[in-house]
Nanobody, 117 residues
Framework: QVQLVESGGGLVQPGGSLRLSCAASGSIFSRYAMGWYRQAPGKQREWVAS???????NYADSVKGRFTISRDNAKNTVYLQMNSLKPEDTAVYYC???????????WGQGTQVTVSS
């Protein structure tokens, strides 16, 4: 079982930046593909970005060039650096870990990001 704890959300003005963190329990963090998802009020949860164990990254078109996902395997932590934030980025952001040998997803509890003036 893996526990994921997100932090770093908050209120920011348009054009501002935030860095989200997700700390994972367990000793096999480096094996997991890690991702960030978000869910805005009244909308379905959507994928934002992901990073595999080898470090390759992928981004949704809506955040490409503004968000950066990274991981520190020594700290069992994945990050999401969010720059040039827009009001449409407002959502609850969730951390996800995918353990491919067992086809199992783990989710954090979410952290609220609000972009507003």
């Amino acid at each position: 079982q893996v526990q994921l704890v997100e932090s770093g959300g908050g209120l920011v003005q348009p054009g501002g930046s935030l860095r989200l963190s997700c700390a994972a329990s367990g000793s096999i963090f480096s094996r997991y593909a890690m991702g960030w998802y978000r869910q805005a009020p009244g909308k379905q949860r959507e994928w934002v970005a992901s990073i595999i164990s080898g470090g390759s990254t992928n981004y949704a078109d809506s955040v490409k060039g503004r968000f950066t996902i990274s991981r520190d395997n020594a700290k069992n932590t994945v990050y999401l650096q969010m720059n040039s934030l827009k009001p449409e980025d407002t959502a609850v952001y969730y951390c996800n870990a995918y353990d491919s040998p067992y086809n199992t997803h783990y989710w954090g509890q979410g952290t609220q990001v609000t972009v507003s003036s």
